[in-house]
């Protein structure tokens, strides 16, 4: 366990970027995910919006 | 052909299909590349075990360029025929192309340290990457800072073609200029320097990277749509005033 951790001493180095590596893609799904969500439901709203003014 | 491509609604239909497909294979292709790259193949001869960074530096920087090409074209499509889809897939791959850019540098950075001694050198190919960097957060600071839409859109456009220049001074500057920075090993004219026990998880996780893009820029344009479609509908129930212009590029959408 401590050997692939250590990594031949860049285990530092490697795990850093890994991590980071995953924690910008991550982000980004989350973020982009997230975006789509909100967007979606303020269209929707409106869309419902729209048609009640327009039926009234 | 780009009228037909071009269509919000032909483009909705095809995204609803291919963004599942390819949010698969990104996932499946950074897992399995990742995996085996940590994991599997040996240890470089010389570098030993830094050169499981390959893994995450190499499919970044790649992705860097092929996004920026991807803006390029896609700011050309819109700049000259104006069509409302190529601008939105523009703006929608400006920030991931940054964010792989970033990733690009930071991994490079942290394999840097240990093998040329220094974090950052004021190399060819690291600043054309910084550069790169810098383009996409330019392009992104158009198209916040300009108030009208539309003339943001032109602007950002014109600013993405210009810089295209950059790609290929990042692709050649290893061979144009002396550089602390490996020359190309796997699209070599003589085959690929990189024996295949680490060559394919480098494939895959490249793969796997491009495939991620390919979805998140389908996803992220989805959204512009449907903001642009926003911006309509509060156009029609304010009775024609609208806060910001909007973007006037001919728009496909039936509604």
């Not at chain 2, 390959?54 to 920026?68: E, G, K, N, Q, T």
């Not at chain 2, 090993?185 to 060559?199: E, K, N, P, T």
Request: charged share 15%.
């Amino acid at each position: 366990m401590i050997e692939l951790l250590d990594m031949g001493k860049y285990g530092v180095f490697i795990w850093t970027s890994y991590c980071i590596s995953i924690a910008v893609i991550g982000g980004l799904m989350v973020w982009i995910l997230g975006q789509r969500k909100k967007v979606k439901t303020h269209l929707r709203r409106l869309e419902a919006q729209t048609i009640s003014k327009t039926s009234s | 052909m780009f009228s037909y491509f071009a269509n919000p609604e032909r483009f909705q239909n095809l995204a609803k299909w291919l963004a599942p497909i390819l949010a698969v294979l990104g996932l499946l292709g950074i897992v399995v590349g990742f995996g085996a790259g940590l994991f599997l193949t040996p240890a470089d001869y010389q570098q030993g075990d830094a050169a499981r960074m390959i893994y995450v530096h190499v499919p970044a920087a790649w992705l860097a360029s092929f996004a920026y090409a991807f803006l390029a074209v896609s700011s050309l499509i819109s700049f000259v025929w104006r069509h409302n889809l190529a601008d939105a897939a523009a703006k929608a791959a400006a920030p991931l192309g940054a964010a792989f850019t970033f990733l690009a540098l930071l991994t490079g950075a942290l394999w840097g340290k240990p093998m040329w001694g220094a974090y950052w050198v004021w190399d060819a190919r690291l600043t054309s990457m910084l550069v790169l960097f810098f383009l996409y957060l330019g392009y992104m600071a158009v198209r916040s800072i300009v108030p009208d839409e539309a003339r943001a859109a032109r602007l950002a456009a014109i600013t993405a073609m210009v810089g295209a220049v950059n790609l290929p001074i990042i692709k050649f500057s290893v061979d144009w200029w002396n550089s602390l920075h490996q020359p190309s090993s796997v699209f070599r004219a003589d085959g690929s320097a990189i024996d295949w026990s680490m060559l394919w998880p480098l494939l895959v996780a490249a793969l796997g990277y491009t495939a991620l893009f390919g979805w998140l820029v389908l996803v992220q344009i989805q959204t512009e749509l449907d903001r642009r479609k926003i911006h309509r509908l509060q156009r029609r129930l304010a009775g024609g005033r609208v806060s910001r212009p909007e973007n006037p590029q001919r728009n496909l959408t039936n509604d």
